[in-house]
């Protein structure tokens, strides 16, 4: 099995460069085929087939319950935002949702200030976690699932991080939302995203800030990566913004086939999916991601060059799970 998701990953074929400042993006495309067709996060909620809110009236901040009665899968993607009920969160794994079904999936808060309703149920927030934030959160979900087998995260590391990311942004939130920060930034992420239009056949994207590869995401049917392509260019375009910027050299084609062959490299370790298939937790000296894997086949696809692997870069401010654990001891944590 192991052999098999890697020779997949391994065949995932990189487009013509797209370059905008100090951006460069590649667009993927998968020489197999999807194992599955399903519906995205976005088009469940817009056709009412899903409906996502706390697990109970009083709220429990690492968990959502969400019913689907959908006739189709439906994917909700690692760091997607849902805004609305007692507080905004994000997903800490890439979930299927089974057809007609009722899920618990684990989830980060992104809005620190706020735990009371604002609407008894969660709309789509049009935002995905920048991966600067989404590699800092999977690294500590990805001890959770060697020490405990829970998709949690570090809490606070994740509000640090957002806190970091206004900061950086001169962004001030009343209530320390992450969707404020892209809020006030919308134009600039506008204008970086449309320089990045989808190609015919698009499945993913790897992406590259100044001359390092940051990270890849990969869906690998084809409708429903066209729906989550302009989100996942904003997320990535978000740390361009505001953590470096102007022109400057870009990465090219070799770098793009060094980071996936460096995939390969990686140990797997494989965990039962909260919704349907497995999730398989990838980790190397530089790089480290997970995929999806259903009937065989993967579904999503997400990599993240290390921050903390980065010479002369910032350490990841993530703290270590003893830590986390006093949270669980906090009434609604």
Not at 133 to 147: A, F, H, I, P
Request: charged share 25%; aromatic share 8%.
């Amino acid at each position: 099995m192991e052999s098999t998701i890697k020779e997949k990953i391994m065949n995932i074929q990189p487009g013509d460069m797209q370059r905008y400042r100090n951006v460069t993006v590649f667009p993927l495309f998968c020489r197999f085929k999807p194992p599955v067709k399903h519906l995205v996060l976005k088009e469940a909620m817009e056709q009412g087939l899903i409906t996502i809110g706390e697990v109970n009236e009083r709220g429990h901040v690492p968990q959502l319950k969400v019913t689907s009665n959908a006739s189709a899968p439906v994917l909700i993607l690692d760091g997607e935002e849902l805004f609305g009920a007692k507080q905004n969160r994000v997903l800490n794994t890439t979930v299927l949702l089974g057809k007609h079904s009722v899920t618990i999936i684990p989830v980060s808060c992104t809005e620190q200030g706020r735990w009371h309703y604002e609407s008894k149920t969660f709309t789509e927030s049009g935002i995905i976690m920048s991966p600067r934030l989404r590699e800092m959160k999977n690294r500590s979900v990805q001890e959770s699932l060697r020490t405990t087998r829970e998709f949690r995260s570090d809490q606070c590391a994740i509000w640090d991080g957002i806190r970091d990311q206004a900061d950086h942004a001169s962004v001030s939130s009343p209530t320390g939302a992450m969707r404020d920060v892209h809020e006030k930034r919308r134009e600039d992420i506008i204008d970086y995203g449309r320089r990045f239009p989808l190609v015919p056949g698009q499945q993913g994207i790897l992406v590259a800030i100044g001359q390092e590869v940051v990270g890849m995401d990969v869906v690998t049917y084809p409708q429903a990566y066209a729906l989550l392509h302009e989100k996942l260019v904003q997320s990535y375009v978000m740390d361009a913004i505001i953590h470096r910027g102007g022109k400057t050299r870009g990465a090219d084609k070799a770098q793009t086939h060094a980071f996936i062959n460096g995939i390969g490299e990686c140990t797997m370790t494989r965990y039962k999916s909260v919704g349907h298939g497995w999730d398989v937790r990838f980790e190397g000296e530089n790089l480290f991601g997970s995929a999806l894997e259903y009937r065989s086949g993967a579904v999503h696809l997400a990599f993240f060059a290390s921050q903390a692997q980065r010479p002369g870069k910032e350490r990841s401010r993530m703290s270590g799970y003893r830590r986390r654990a006093g949270f669980k001891k906090s009434d609604n944590y």
